[in-house]
């Protein structure tokens, strides 16, 4: 009796074979799995996220494709508890089968509140929440820009409040949408093009609303449109308990719109009691000076030294006399000195001039001009030069002794 052979299968059939198995299995084609992600990578040219879902006892490799990643609102990290959903199948080339996850959730927290906080985490290590960059809102500003939504109930509160307090000044809106797809790309237009109209100040904001619809003023291009705008920056969104990036990133936070336009305007009647109150205390202090110039210059016409101006002179005459006097004084006692000093050094000096010595009756002997000092230097009939006091004459040497 001959043993029917089974069928043989390739690897590549086998694999091939399981995936079937496992994508028309009706619990697998979209299954629901809680688990920690470990070993997170995003792959960044082709933007799938990689990863293996854990829990006490089991664990299975997944994959997230960019069609699907990309629309997270937070990204996954190692260590965060989940809810994926997906289907289970096999990937072929290695036969390990692996979850393809369609959609992520963090397990116990929305995934709104998860990208909240990693998206400021982020920025504030980045400092771009730091006090130091924060600019002062001008007191008394001459233009403000307001961005929000041209029909919203929060504008006309803007207009409202700034036209009351501070009527002076000029408002500019620029229009934008303030939730929806759209939303965060018209806000960061917005902002670069009210930082081009030479506003003193920025107002940005809406009124309140769910999270969802606060969130285009959560994202990160609208925080560095902001934190690089130079003009200064008021955040106005939703109500004093809503908190979005923009909130953190700008210059100043007002807890409602109506709030932002209190803060960026000053009170017109305050400051106009201000202005008169600078006013009476300045003509007070300018009554007070002259009053006290006044009284001076009275002193001044009274002053001996106006009424009688020769005796300044007379006094200043005498002591320039006295000062004369003492110089005079001075420089005689001091060339009286310097002349006794002279008469005692020419007296030296004399003493040991050879002219003294000669005017005594000495004569200096002198032989080609040299004077002789000894006999030594002498012959019979030797012509010699005799230096007296009062003129030379001349000799023969007709003998010799001593030698």
């Known amino acids: 009796m001959t043993v029917k052979r089974p069928p043989v299968l390739s690897v590549t059939q086998l694999n091939t074979y399981a995936r079937t198995i496992l994508e028309q299995d009706p619990v697998l084609k979209n299954v629901f799995v809680a688990g920690e992600i470990s070993n997170f990578k995003n792959h960044i ?29 937070f990204v996954p990290e190692d260590g965060m508890n989940v809810l994926c959903r997906g289907r289970v ?46 600019k002062p809102i001008p007191k008394y500003p001459s233009k403000i820009a307001v961005i929000t ?10 207009l409202n409040i700034l036209s009351r307090r501070w009527p002076l000044c000029e408002v500019v809106v620029v229009p934008s949408s303030v939730q929806g797809r759209s939303a965060q790309g018209e806000l960061v237009r917005a902002v670069k093009k009210a930082d081009s109209l030479c506003a003193d100040t920025v107002i940005i ?61 000053p009170d017109a009647v305050m400051t106009e009691g201000l202005i008169r109150g600078y006013g009476l205390r300045l003509k007070d202090g300018l009554t007070g000076s002259v ?9 001044l016409k009274n002053s001996p030294f106006l009424r009688y101006p020769d005796r300044i002179f007379e006094t200043r005459e005498m002591y320039l ?30 003493a040991f001039s050879p002219l003294s010595v000669l005017s005594r009756g000495y004569a200096i002997p002198l032989s080609g001009g040299k004077p002789v000092k000894s006999t030594k230097q002498l012959e019979i009939g030797q012509k010699l030069c005799l230096r007296l006091y009062d003129g030379e004459a001349k000799c023969t040497v007709e003998s010799l002794k001593g030698r």
């Not at 299975?60 to 960019?66: D, S």
């Not at 009053?291 to 002193?299: F, G, I, P, T, V």
């Not at 003492?326 to 030296?348: H, V």
Request: glycine share 8%.
């Open 45 to 73: 040219k082709t933007g799938h996220f990689y990863m293996t879902l854990k829990d006490k006892n089991a664990a299975i490799k997944a994959v997230m494709f960019r069609s699907y990643a990309s629309r997270l609102r």
């Open 89 to 134: 199948s096999v990937f072929d080339r290695d036969g390990a089968y692996q979850l393809y996850i369609e959609d992520m959730q963090p397990d116990g927290a929305g995934s709104l509140s998860v990208a909240f906080e990693q998206l400021k985490k982020k920025l504030s290590e980045k400092g771009l929440f730091d006090e130091k960059f924060k």
């Open 149 to 158: 939504s041209p029909t919203g109930a929060a504008l006309q509160d803007i």
């Open 205 to 265: 904001g809406r009124g309140g609303g769910s999270v969802e619809d606060l969130w285009a003023f959560n994202g990160e291009e609208l925080a560095r449109a902001i934190f690089e705008c130079k003009t200064p920056v008021i955040s106005a969104v939703g109500h004093e308990t809503d908190f979005t990036i923009c909130d953190f990133v700008s210059d100043l936070r007002a807890p409602t719109p109506s709030a932002a336009a209190e803060l960026a305007a």
């Open 291 to 299: 009053n006290a110039m006044e009284k001076n210059l009275e002193r």
């Open 321 to 350: 006399d006295g000062l004369c006097d003492r110089m005079t004084a001075a420089q005689k006692l001091k060339l009286s000195e310097k002349s006794g000093k002279y008469d005692i050094l020419k007296e030296k000096l004399l």
